[in-house]
Each structure stands twice: as C-alpha cells, then as structure tokens.
C-alpha cells in the first residue's frame, strides 16, 4: 500500500532525510523510530503530501503522491505531530469538517462521525470546544479526524505522545486492532510501544534507515540477547563470577548488584550459544541457592542506543 | 462538481470561525459606527441638503478597509501555519487552490455582510429625498469588490508569516500604496517631479481611480477588470507563498 523509494529532503545545505526506501503492506504496522530531529517527521511529511520531496518517490496505493496527490491522499489518514486541530470549532464541527471534505455526506456522514466518537471515546466533550480540551481530549480529536474515512493507509506522527498510561494504552489497542486490515506506519521514541504494536520497526538516524526489522529482528542485535542472568544466595561474588567464566559457552560476566548476601550476576553468551546458556549456567549454579536464573530476550533500547549514538558520544559512555 | 463542493467546506468553515470568535461581532460593529459617525458628523450629510450617498459614505470606504480588512484577512493562513492546521489542511484530498479560494470567499462574503449592515443609510437617504438608487448600487458593487482586492492582498501577507501582527501591518502598507498612488496631493507632486505618463501610471494601479466611476453610477469593464485582476494576482502570489515556504 506505501511504498517509499529513495525518499530524499534537503532544507537550505541540510539534507534531513537522505535516501530512505520502504514498503508497508495492509496488515503491517510498521514503527518508525529515531531520536530527535532523525527526520521521522519529515520523512511522513512527504509520504503524506504535505512536503515535496527533493528527490525519490512516495506512492500510496499505486498512486504517486506527486503525480497524482488527490487521489493518493484519499486513501490516507494522517494525524500530524502535536495533534493540530482548529481551535475555534467544538469537537463534533471540526469532526463533521474532517468528514465533509472527505467527500462524504448525509447520513454517510453521520455514521462515520457516530463512529469515531465511540472509538475515540470523544462522546464527553463532543460539544466543547477544541481549545478547552486536555491534551489527551485533543489527540483523540485529531486523531479521530484521521480515521473519519476508514482509510486504507494511516500516518500516526506520535500518537500517543502527551498522553497517560491509559490513553497510551486506548490508543495502542486501537492501532493494533485498525492493523490487522490497514496499511499503517507511525514513529515514535517510546521502545515499549514498538514491541506492544509492530509487526515491523525500522530506526532512522541523521536522515538515514539505520536498522529495519521485526522487533524480535531487532532485538537479538543487542548484545544482551540470549545473555543469563542469575541471582544467587550465600556465595561471595568473585566465586561466582569466576565459576561463570569458566563456562565454555560464556563469553564474558559482569556483576551486577551485590546486596544483603545475594550476588546477581550477567552472563553474556558466545556467538553459538543459543538456547544452551540457560542451561549450562544452571549446571554450574547448582550447589548454591538460586533465587533467580532467567535469559534476556535482548533490549531495544539498547539497540537503538548503539545503533543511534553518535560515535564519539558511545566512547565517552 | 466536486472542486465547488470542497470550496464550499472551506468556505463555510471559516464563515463558522469568524461568528465564534469575537472578532466578526467587533468588526461589523466598529465598521457600523465608522461608517455612521464620518457620513453624519464628519461629512456633515444632513447639513449638505444633497439626497446622495456618493460623497458622504462612499468616499471613505476606501480608507475605512484600510485597516479593517487587514485586520479580517490577517488570520487566514497565519493563524493556520502557527496552530500547525495548516498540515492538516493540505494533506486532505483537495488543491491547495481550492483551500485559497474557499478561505478568501468566506471572508469576502463576511464583508459584504458587513457592508450589507449598513442598509439604513440607503433607507436614511431614501426617507429624505430621492437619490439615484442606481448609483448607490454600483458603488456598493464597487466598494464590495475594492474590499475584495484589499481582502486578497492581505491573504498573501497572511501567507507570508506565522504572526497575525506582521502580516496585519505588511497587508495596510501595501494597500496604503494603493491608495495613495490615486491620491491627489500625491499625483500633484508626481506630476510636478516626473512626466504626464509616469503619474497617469502609478494611479492607474490606484484603488480610487477605479472607485471613482462606481461611485459615478458607471460600471467600466476596466475597473471590474482592475479589482478582479488584483484579486486574482494576490491569490496566485498566495500560493506560491504557500508552495514555497514547503519547498524548503
């Protein structure tokens, strides 16, 4: 449905997004990561239309969205950063605005307003004014404008970005329910979220796809993927560490706490571990008492730290 | 006719805008008094003994829009680029055309609300003598389109800058132009310094010279022309403002 290629923007001697290519299909919810000012933003900015790109395509459903903007942005929803809404309508004008110009009237019109309201939970405030929302009231709005249209392609630039837990929370379930038939990115720099809501994730950095993956995909590039972690009992540290490493099968160990005689330490696996690290370094545990042993399914955000930071910046840390 | 459909939304959203903000109410109001308080006590229309409109009312609408459609037209896109809308606005499935001219048409339309309002000097005028209505007409014609030229000129300042302020005063400058190149202490002084054709030139671009044959009861295919060319030019300058500042 999205199809991106060499995907280029350069502001003034910036070049903010440098050859980004991608594809999303209906199914897929494909999380756009990066730190700040990485070119997320800018980058959905012109899959949506709203900035021209200096060089590369974007297409929507066959239809370039240069060439052809109208009909490609018919199949799109977009809710921009912050949430933009005009201040100065009620929930349900601004609403009834979205769906008008998305060509739909009467009692179409109504039906699509009906149900973005119950999806967005927006039923409380649906006669208040967009400027008296909370935040959370707002982003709903906004981005209830979006899916006004049941669009095929949806654009999230920070949904749940202001939000607390539980509207994080709404907002996560109901991108992952609208995935299962839509094609939909969206960025954000919550980690969690990736795991909670992808099907795929891709980290951008300086304008540039730097990693592109499933979550799972992702994970096992961190270092900690597959390493052990064991807290035991009774046993001075350096006994520990220094039985681990003698484990064939480890590759290095770290402590990691020692508090009120109980050791936890980390075990980080050889290449060719795999599965068996668990395994070995329970053999080697066994005379003391355990009171944890568990492997680490690898951390994105470790990841996304060692892939995103700059290279000075990882010496000094 | 999905093009005049999708104008229509804008338009009747920004008609929405102006009626709940307080803005519309202060305008139409201060416009009422303005026109009321220089067509009576300043002009002195009851003193005159003349059963026409033209110089008492008319005559100051030109300067009256000089700072009240500015102040109308500033929001428009400036508003739009500070609030981020204006994000929204162009990803939906319409031209950036038709997004300049259903915003210019509902504030155009406001105007001729607001100059509608001012009604009871035609029954004011009707009820003491027996003016040429005809006239008043066409210079209602004119005046509605003068607003429209002044209207579009203040979108492309509006265009220009996140700050209504800015584009307010950018907007009343460049109208002032179009008043002075018709004013005629201006034109003396041109006339005196430059040749005959310089000056017919510059007040060939002047809003009064093309007010003047409305306010005469004379619809000139030039002066419509004129007002309509303007507003044209200034919504086409509009959107390559627009085109530009996402160019990058």
Known sequence: MIKVQNLAKTFGAKRAVDGVSFSVD???????????????????RMVTGFLP??????????????????????????????????????????????????????????????????????????????????KGYRHRTCFAQSIIHDPDVLVLDEPTDGLDPNQKHEIRQLIRRMGQKKAIIFSTHILEEVDAV???????????????????????????????????????????????????????VTLVEEKDGRVTVRAFPRSDANSALAQAVGEAAREWQIEQLHSEEGRLDEVFRSITMPDTAKEAA | MNTWRNVWTITKRELGAYFTSPLAYIFIVIFLLLCGFFTFFVARFLDAGEASLVRPFFDWHPWFYLFLVPAVGMRLWAEERRVGTIELLLTMPITAWQAIVGKFLASWLFLGLALVLTFPMVMTVNYLGSPDNGVI????????????????????????????????????????????????????????????????????????THFEGFQKGVLDSRDILFFLSVIGFSLFTTSVILRTHRAG
């Open chain 2, 137 to 208: 007409l066409t210079a209602y014609v004119g005046s509605w389109l003068m607003a429209g030229a002044y209207l579009a000129i203040s979108c492309v300042a509006s265009a220009l800058t996140r700050s209504q302020v800015v584009s307010f005063i950018i907007a009343v400058m460049i109208c002032l132009f179009l008043i002075l190149a018709g004013y005629p202490p201006v034109i003396n002084v041109l006339e005196q310094f430059a040749s005959g054709h310089l000056a017919d030139f510059v007040t060939s671009f002047s809003v009064m």
């Open chain 1, 53 to 134: 790109p200096s060089g590369g395509t974007a297409s929507i459903g066959g239809f370039d969205i240069v060439e052809h903007p109208i009909q490609a942005k018919r199949l799109m929803g977009y809710l921009p950063e912050n949430a933009p809404a005009y201040t100065d309508m009620t929930v349900y004008g601004f609403l009834n605005f979205a769906a008008e110009i998305r060509g739909l009237s009467g009692d179409a019109k109504k039906q699509a307003v009906t149900r973005v309201v119950e999806m967005c939970f927006l039923e409380p405030v649906l006669h208040q004014s967009v400027e008296t929302l909370s």
């Open chain 1, 198 to 252: 992808c099907s795929r994730a891709i980290i951008i950095d300086r304008g540039r796809i730097v990693a592109n993956g499933t979550p799972q995909e992702l994970r096992q590039k961190s270092e900690w993927a597959g390493a052990v972690t064991l807290r035991v009992k009774g046993v001075a540290s350096s006994a520990v560490t220094a039985r681990l490493g003698q484990v064939p099968l480890v590759k290095r």
């Open chain 1, 26 to 44: 209906r199914g897929e919810v494909l999380g756009f990561l990066g730190p700040n000012g990485a070119g997320k933003s800018t980058t959905m």
